[in-house]
């Protein structure tokens, strides 16, 4: 249950930080500029390597792209549910 209440808690976090217009980011930006421009970055990339992976398949570009897009963050949530798991069991 305690990683439940963890993740409640980062999800409000973050979600604060994408709607609050109180805080000033870089260059006057607002903090969810960072934050989106880190997502663009991310699918850019994660659809460039579903575009090369179809020189190895040779299947269709716009399929291996939203292959990569789709699947990228359940692998992001089993890596950090993993790494949450051993942290906690090699750290104390």
Do not use: E, N, W
Not at 21 to 37: E, H, Y
């Amino acid at each position: 249950m305690p990683q439940l209440q963890t993740r409640k808690v980062v999800c409000r976090r973050v979600l604060r930080y994408i709607f609050s217009g109180s805080l000033q980011g870089l260059a006057g930006q607002t903090p969810a500029m960072p934050l989106v421009a880190a997502i663009c970055c991310s699918a850019f990339g994660l659809f460039t390597v579903g575009v090369l992976v179809t020189l190895l398949t040779g299947r269709k570009v716009v399929f291996c792209g939203a292959h990569q897009l789709c699947f990228a963050p359940f692998a992001a949530d089993v890596t950090f549910d993993l790494g949450r798991l051993i942290g906690t069991a090699v750290g104390g």
